[in-house]
């Protein structure tokens, strides 16, 4: 049995990234049908553990786009044996774990496009025609800082820099609502 | 069948022990589908308009959907490729803008499914032998309009004749309401996490807005 799932459930912490168990650690194919019904139970409360991180770390992710979520399925619905269980809760740690690693990477370099905007706002005219997108200090895109002159050449002529805010997302259109007649 | 409280399904008693906490409740309603009354239509444009972008971001951590997901894993197929019942709905509505109105039956199902998170079915009543339950594919088993056997072992709901329709997945040929339909059966599947009063309150939400009592 994979220490580190069961490590999981027992902590209940969602904050420790989970690895992808060893190869080797996989259940042992037994011949009890009584014991290997336990094991399928075991592995599918495996599963929602992991579903569940996955699901969290999902909706954390939002907005940040470009990030694997998929985990490929194995054919049903039907009732899946033990190695078909440990397929699908290795692939859940695996693409688990991989969109943690992401996500701290992303983390890291949003980090600094922070320090980089803060830096800009504080002195614009040390950063000219510096562009940070929303999307690079990990928020919705459609909004940027630019680091530009006051009044176009007279403000690059005297250094009134300044750091432009864009307007923002357009306001979300769906398709218009019918029309009642009153 | 009783047309008064939702009929509780069986289950074959290997995926009972296999799944504890599956489930199936039916509800006759003595009337078919056919064209959304403008209210109904009022009722989807409002409930568009509450449901946004991040409520179906949020759908995950719900507890519902979340046990429909894991369920969708158990049984080997992926929520992201094969969406559960509420998922489905939600992304319709982020793609096309709203819920858009198609029918009765189906503006009924939609808003419970929005409303409970409960996976919903409906099938022709006439066209179903006895009791509705949840079983597994005996070997040579196909699903009427689709060409070959099923594999074995293929999750189903069935009736005590014949599989109706795969578990969350194609319904066979004939056997779901169309407009000739007199009279329809509402079925709901329950997974382990998902309540007993969401199921019947899914099932009764549906039931009444077909029949004009919601």
Excluded at chain 1, 2 to 18: N, Q, Y
Excluded at chain 2, 44 to 60: C, E, K, N, T, V
Excluded at chain 2, 121 to 141: H, M
Aim: with cysteine; net charge negative.
């Amino acid at each position: 049995m994979p220490e580190e799932l069961l490590e999981i459930e027992r902590t209940g912490s969602v904050d420790e990234p989970a690895r992808a168990p060893e190869s080797s650690a996989l259940i042992e194919p037994v011949a009890d049908p009584a014991a290997d019904r336990l094991a399928r139970q075991e592995l599918r409360r495996q599963i929602a553990v992991l579903e569940k991180q996955l699901g969290q770390l999902f909706a954390s992710a939002f907005p940040r786009t470009g990030i694997e979520w998929g985990v490929p399925a194995v054919g049903g619905p039907r009732v899946l044996g033990v190695a078909e269980l440990e397929r699908v809760r290795d692939a859940l740690a695996v693409r688990l774990q991989e969109a943690q690693a992401e996500l701290e990477r992303r983390g890291e370099v949003e980090e600094a496009n922070r320090g980089l905007l803060e830096s800009m706002i504080a002195e614009p005219d040390r950063y000219r025609w510096v562009r940070v997108a929303a999307e690079d200090v990990g928020e919705r895109p459609c909004q940027h800082w630019h680091s530009r002159p006051r009044w176009g050449i007279l403000g690059m002529l005297f250094g009134w820099w300044r750091v432009k805010h864009s307007s923002g997302c357009p306001l979300a259109m769906g398709l218009a609502a019918p029309l009642f007649a009153r | 069948m009783s047309t008064a409280t939702p009929e509780a399904g069986w289950i074959s008693p290997e995926l009972r022990e296999e799944f504890p906490g599956l489930g199936l409740r039916y509800l006759l309603v003595e009337r078919g589908s056919g064209r959304s009354p403008r209210e109904l239509k009022h009722r989807l444009a409002l409930m568009s308009d509450r449901f946004s972008g991040p409520q179906a971001i949020a759908l995950r951590h719900k507890p519902i959907p979340y046990a429909y997901r894991v369920f969708f894993r158990q049984i080997g197929l992926d929520p992201d490729e094969q969406p559960t019942p509420v998922e489905a709905v939600a992304l319709e509505r982020i793609k096309r803008g709203g819920f858009i109105s198609e029918s009765l039956l189906d503006d009924a199902l939609t808003i419970a499914i929005i409303e409970s998170g409960v996976a919903l079915r409906a099938f022709d009543a006439d066209r179903a032998e006895g009791r509705l339950g949840i079983r597994t594919t005996e070997e040579g088993e196909g699903l009427e309009g689709r060409p070959g056997a099923l594999p074995t072992g293929t999750l189903v709901i069935a009736d005590e004749a014949r599989p109706l329709a795969l578990l969350f997945g194609a319904i066979a040929s004939g056997r779901g309401v169309n407009p000739k339909t007199g009279r329809m059966l509402l079925a709901s599947i329950q997974v382990k996490g998902v309540p007993d009063i969401a199921v019947e309150e899914a099932v009764w939400l549906a039931a009444s807005i077909v029949r004009g009592t919601d």
